[in-house]
């Protein structure tokens, strides 16, 4: 099976291309410069040059203040372009998965939500990728919708300074306290999810799924942990989900369950904690 990995140096692409590495894998890994999502007819003209047969769509528009202040830029990025994805994934017979996010959920059920929970996103990026779930489904019969949630990997965001993580470890060196907010949902290591997108895609069980390490906790508890994993003096004090002002809603629960994968017996996610100490030890 031959891979074509859009946006292959971003912080999730990257470890796809090192996954699909490890498996002595056929891919082609396509940068922003190699393949612009936004550009349709460039991008169908290399899939048709390239003949994949597995599209791996890990571009996003994921700036939340710039998504309220551009909500057509949202759109255009996370649904249209999607859209126009599938479409030609569908004319050349590869099969098609991309990311969604946990931002299409409101937030407000105390357990989390299933595949099977209706959406119900307060944000236009939410709103953006609810509708590039859609337009991938419906142009592609052969695509997967992977919703994820709050990640972190060694390649850091682009466009979005540190992730969780190493921002808190650089705060850690900078002050005497933390204060971190309390919203639930389940921090997640971009290598083990891209071990577990793979095993997926490398099936036919075509449908939504959602991928997210498991275990719930709250941003809050996360910190903690990390501090007290690098034997940190640092205190960390609990804070209200509005206490840091933004021009969004943010839901305050969005712990994503891995119902379908746990049908299929394909949930090959780490518990939160565990993919913590695994990605403390590489930072070492």
Not at 32 to 45: E, T
Request: proline share 5%; glycine share 6%; charged share 25%.
């Amino acid at each position: 099976m031959k891979f074509f990995v859009l946006g292959s140096d971003g912080q999730l692409g990257t470890d796809v291309v090192k996954v699909l590495g490890e498996k002595a894998a056929d891919f082609f890994p396509a940068c922003h410069k190699d393949a612009d999502i936004a550009n349709s007819q460039a991008l169908q003209s290399l899939l048709a040059r390239e003949q994949p047969d597995a599209v791996i769509n890990c571009t996003a528009f994921h700036d939340m203040n710039k998504s309220e202040e551009n909500p057509q830029l949202a759109m255009e990025t996370n649904a249209l372009a999607v859209g126009s994805l599938a479409r030609s994934c569908s004319e050349c017979g590869a099969k098609l998965m991309t990311l969604s996010s946990d931002y299409v959920f409101d937030g407000t059920r105390p357990e989390g939500y299933n595949e099977e929970d209706a959406p119900n996103p307060q944000t236009w990026y939410g709103k953006s990728k609810l509708a590039g779930e859609w337009m991938a489904r419906a142009y592609c019969k052969r695509a997967f919708v992977v919703r994820v949630q709050s990640l972190y990997g060694l390649r850091g965001p682009k466009g979005k300074g540190l992730n969780f993580i190493d921002l808190m470890l650089k705060l850690s060196q900078e002050r005497d306290e933390l204060k971190v907010d309390q919203c639930r949902m389940a921090p997640t290591w971009t290598y083990a999810l891209a071990k577990n997108m793979i095993a997926l895609m490398e099936t036919d069980l075509f449908g939504l799924y959602h991928m997210s390490c498991n275990g719930i906790t709250t941003w809050y508890e996360f910190a903690k942990k990390i501090m007290e994993l690098t034997c940190s003096p640092v205190k960390v004090t609990p804070v209200p989900n509005d206490f840091f002002p933004r021009n969004f809603k943010r839901p305050e629960n969005t712990y994503l369950i891995n119902r379908r994968l746990k049908e299929i017996n394909l949930d090959l996610m780490p518990d939160w904690e565990t993919a913590l100490k695994d990605y403390l030890k590489l930072k070492k």
